[in-house]
């Protein structure tokens, strides 16, 4: 099983940044692709960006040139640098690690971080 737990949200100002990390314990070498996500109020979960084992990286339209995912060296910590920060990038950010253990696939959510972005 993998632990996910996000920190780094707050309030921040139109143009302003911030980094979202995220702790992933237990079972770290079964994970195949983390991903962050968000979710605005009243609206479904939608993806951010995804990195994969390699280290290939995908984004939504929405935040491409803005937002950067990594994974840090140890590969224990995901990170979201987010620039140039919008009032629509105002979620709950959610870190995810899809993981294969023992030949069964797994996914495994955090509990989620809040950014508001506001003036």
């Known amino acids: 099983q993998v632990q996910l737990a996000e920190s780094g949200g707050g309030l921040v100002q139109p143009g302003g940044s911030l980094r979202l990390s995220c702790a992933a314990s237990?079972?770290?070498?079964?994970?195949?692709?983390m991903a962050w996500y968000r979710q605005a109020p009243g609206k479904q979960r939608e993806l951010v960006a995804t990195?994969?084992?390699?280290?290939?990286?995908n984004y939504a339209d929405s935040v491409k040139g803005r937002f950067t995912i990594s994974r840090g060296n140890n590969k224990r910590t995901l990170y979201l640098q987010m620039n140039s920060l919008k009032p629509e990038d105002t979620a709950i950010y959610y870190c995810?690690?899809?993981?294969?253990?023992?030949?069964?696939?797994?996914?495994?959510w955090g509990q989620g971080t809040q950014v508001t972005v506001s003036s």
């Open positions: 995810n690690a899809d993981y294969n253990l023992n030949g069964n696939w797994g996914s495994s």
């Open positions: 237990g079972v770290i070498f079964s994970i195949n692709a």
């Open positions: 990195i994969t084992r390699g280290g290939s990286t």
